[in-house]
């Protein structure tokens, strides 16, 4: 791709911020930390620094390994690349790094993308990890084995086992070459089969508050007190929403959980469908088959208001059933 010349500009540059959206995900922290080492190795870079807000989940840390995440930051940085983020308010007390800097630069695959007057590389593909792949192999950077599991990591559970989001053949390609050097089985448990007994109790909780639409979607969701029942943390809740969305009779989902003093709001949604559309009204991004907001609202409202966008959506989209094969 031409675009990809543009990356030169930050070659001479000697610092550079990497910035992802808040609570950052396999996908984004894979990005940002094989960008450092491809800026600090191929653009000879001396001050690469990784930002992101939020949690880390327990079975990311292995993608981080030496790294250091959030740094005392400098005033200004020459360069700031977001990363795996659809818009500046999901990068939250970072915002000012990227605003500051001379040079702007977005790679993100969102399909709710809306950063302007910047270096874009974005493209609704799986991850952003695939276009992290494609825009490296350009310059002619050899991936360590190391990294490739990283890129595997961020294809799967971007698309949850690849099964949704923008999948084409260039995603099975990029992950054939990572599969040739990287421990599959083992990716695979421990990202997409990371379950603690805590985390299945709460999963109940969840089934036990759910309420299935003859519509065709289920919405559900876990207060703060139950949460305090089970001595358990917001972050335990990971996976939640994938795991809703194996019941096959609902084609959308809806999972409400706290998140501080409000409400986090995921979306998951069947072949054909696209939540990205419904989570962007509300002020979220995502892609099509998952995607998100935060809301201050009511628990009740919230409901309300997912009803009726789920109601809208599928009255809107028809979907044709195919053979399987």
């Known amino acids: 791709m031409d675009s990809f010349k543009k990356l030169k500009k930050i070659k001479n540059v000697n610092s550079v911020c990497l910035i992802a959206h ?7 922290l894979s990005s940002m930390v094989i960008m450092q080492d491809f800026l600090i190795e191929k653009f000879k ?7 992101a807000e939020g949690n880390i989940p ?5 993608i981080i390994e030496d790294k250091t995440i959030n740094p005392q930051p400098k005033q200004n940085y020459d360069a700031a690349i977001i990363m795996d ?3 500046l308010d999901r990068v939250g007390r ?3 790094l990227y605003q500051n800097a001379a040079v702007k630069i977005n790679i993100d695959h969102h399909a709710t993308n809306i950063f302007k007057d910047c270096i874009s590389y974005f493209d609704v593909v799986s991850s952003s990890c695939e276009i992290v792949y494609e825009l490296l192999s350009y310059y002619g950077y050899k991936f360590s084995a190391v990294q490739l599991g990283k890129i595997y990591a961020a294809l799967l559970t ?6 949704v989001g923008a999948i084409n053949s260039n995603t099975y390609k990029i992950a054939s070459a990572c599969a040739d050097v990287v421990k599959v089985e083992d990716v695979y448990t421990n990202f997409l089969k990371h379950n603690t007994l805590l985390n299945q109790q709460l999963y109940a909780k969840a089934i036990s508050n759910t309420k299935e639409y003859k519509e065709g979607f289920l919405i559900t969701y876990i207060k703060k007190e139950q949460l305090d029942e089970l001595k358990a943390k917001e972050e335990d809740e990971f996976g939640i929403a994938n795991q809703l969305n194996s019941i096959y009779t609902s084609k959308l989902i809806c999972f409400i959980s706290p998140k501080g003093n409000n409400w986090y709001v995921s979306f998951r949604a069947k072949k054909g469908y696209d939540v990205s559309l419904i989570a962007k009204k509300f ?14 609202k009511s628990l009740d409202v919230i409901v ?13 989209v028809t979907v044709v059933e195919e053979k399987l094969f």
Request: some cysteine; overall charge negative.
């Open 58 to 62: 327990d079975n990311c840390l292995e």
């Open 85 to 87: 983020c659809p818009n």
């Open 45 to 51: 870079i001396s001050c690469v620094d990784i930002f």
């Open 94 to 96: 970072y915002a000012s």
């Open 304 to 316: 309300k208001d997912v009803e009726k966008a789920f109601k809208q959506q599928l009255k809107n």
């Open 158 to 163: 971007d698309t949850d086992g690849f099964s």
């Open 22 to 28: 808040i609570d950052p995900d396999a996908d984004a």
């Open 283 to 296: 002020g979220g991004g995502g892609h099509q088959g998952a995607a998100a907001f935060v809301s201050s």
